[in-house]
């Protein structure tokens, strides 16, 4: 069983910046590809990032624009999302995600374990 608590969400203005963190309890975390979703009232989890396990690759959804970074400190536990140039658009709850080997990283079925999310709002 793994875990997961995102922290670092809140208010932000339109082109500032923000860095999630999601902290993994267990032993096994350095297995698990982490990736952040998140979503909005209505609609269903998109997909923003994964890294894989070993923090050698990291793919972004298109959303992503260039301007989010996932990374992870396996000695920590802890897999980190930052935004910047954050615009309103942008404001939703963001999950953090643990799979073993995903097969379609933008999948939310793929993943095994869940966070309870943290909401990131960009409002001036």
């Known amino acids: 069983q793994v875990q997961l608590v995102e922290s670092g969400g809140g208010l932000v203005q339109p082109g500032g910046s923000l860095r999630l963190s999601c902290k993994a309890s267990?032993?096994?975390?350095?297995?698990?590809?982490m990736a952040w979703f998140r979503q909005t009232p209505g609609s269903d989890r998109k997909f923003v990032a994964v890294i894989t396990w070993d923090g050698g690759s990291t793919f972004y959804a298109a959303l992503a624009g260039g301007r989010f970074t996932v990374s992870r400190d396996n000695s920590q536990n802890t897999v980190y999302l930052q935004m910047n140039n954050l615009q309103p658009d942008d404001t939703a709850v963001y999950f953090c995600a643990a799979g073993l080997r995903p097969k379609a990283y933008d999948l939310t079925h793929q993943y095994n374990f869940w966070g309870q999310g943290t909401q990131v709002t960009v409002s001036s």
């Open positions: 267990g032993r096994t975390f350095s297995t698990y590809d």
